[in-house]
Structures are given as structure tokens and as C-alpha cells.
């Protein structure tokens, strides 16, 4: 399992891009800490229902990408890896995954009512 050089580029590619846009709607030091993350949380929140299909790929893809660096920020040893059927997650010490990109997709369809909260903010509480 783990992932190639290449996809792991993009991944943080998309997450710097994310940091950059968002640091500019948000007006606030945007990073990878648990304020940027709050924050996040609640801008998937207002995209909702805002986003057609192909718009929709492409934030799972940028936020996803972002909130997993934000994990990896937070929990020490914590990597991008692929589970046994290929998704791209976190890997913990311990064994279990965290997969932001499927958080992200899941707040966008059910929202925060729907009792999934974004990977990245359950790590900071």
C-alpha cells in the first residue's frame, strides 16, 4: 500500500491551494490548525446543496486534501496511505484510518445534521 510520489504531490498541491483560497475568503491567518479547521467545517456547511456534480468533485478533492494535511499536522506519525480495497486515507500508529475525502463528500450530501463531522475537527476536539 502508500501512495507514489506523484499523487501525494497533488494532494499537497491541493492542499496549499486550499490554505491560499481559503485564508482569503476566511480574512483570517489560515493553516492547518483547529481554527482554519472550524472554520472549514462550516464552509462545507454553507457550500451545500450550492454545487453541481463536477463542483462538487473538485472541493471534496481541495478540502479533502487540506483536511488530511491538517491531521497529519496534528497527530504525530500520522500518513497518507491506501487501505485494502485502495482508498486514500490517513494511516494511524495504531493501525486505523481516517479518509478526509470521504468525510468531505459526506458532509456536502448529509451535513452536520446528518451526525458526520469532518475527520480533521473530531481529531481537535
Same mark, same amino acid.
Given at each position: 500500500?502508500?501512495?507514489?510520489?506523484?499523487?501525494?504531490?497533488?494532494?499537497?498541491?491541493?492542499?496549499?491551494?486550499?490554505?491560499?483560497?481559503?485564508?482569503?475568503?476566511?480574512?483570517?491567518?489560515?493553516?492547518?490548525?483547529? /481554527?482554519?479547521?472550524?472554520?472549514?467545517?462550516? =464552509?462545507?456547511?454553507?457550500?451545500? &446543496?450550492?454545487?453541481?456534480? *463536477? %463542483?462538487?468533485? #473538485?472541493?471534496?478533492?481541495?478540502?479533502?486534501?487540506?483536511?488530511?494535511?491538517?491531521?497529519?499536522?496534528?497527530?504525530?506519525?500520522?500518513?497518507?496511505?491506501?487501505?485494502?480495497?485502495?482508498?486514500?486515507?490517513? /494511516?494511524?500508529?495504531?493501525?486505523?484510518?481516517? =479518509?478526509?475525502?470521504?468525510?468531505? &463528500?459526506?458532509?456536502?450530501? *448529509? %451535513?452536520?445534521? #446528518?451526525?458526520?463531522?469532518?475527520?480533521?475537527?473530531?481529531?481537535?476536539?
Amino acid at each position: 500500500m502508500g501512495l507514489d510520489a506523484q499523487r501525494l504531490e497533488m494532494i499537497r498541491a491541493n492542499a496549499a491551494f486550499a490554505i491560499g483560497e481559503l485564508a482569503d475568503l476566511s480574512g483570517m491567518d489560515f493553516g492547518l490548525d483547529a /481554527a482554519s479547521v472550524a472554520w472549514t467545517e462550516g =464552509f462545507i456547511e454553507r457550500q451545500r &446543496g450550492a454545487l453541481d456534480v *463536477d %463542483g462538487a468533485s #473538485g472541493i471534496v478533492n481541495v478540502l479533502g486534501s487540506y483536511l488530511g494535511e491538517a491531521v497529519i499536522a496534528a497527530v504525530p506519525g500520522a500518513h497518507w496511505d491506501t487501505d485494502a480495497d485502495g482508498a486514500i486515507g490517513i /494511516a494511524f500508529a495504531g493501525g486505523d484510518m481516517a =479518509f478526509p475525502f470521504a468525510k468531505v &463528500g459526506k458532509q456536502l450530501d *448529509d %451535513g452536520l445534521e #446528518g451526525g458526520d463531522r469532518s475527520s480533521a475537527s473530531t481529531t481537535y476536539a
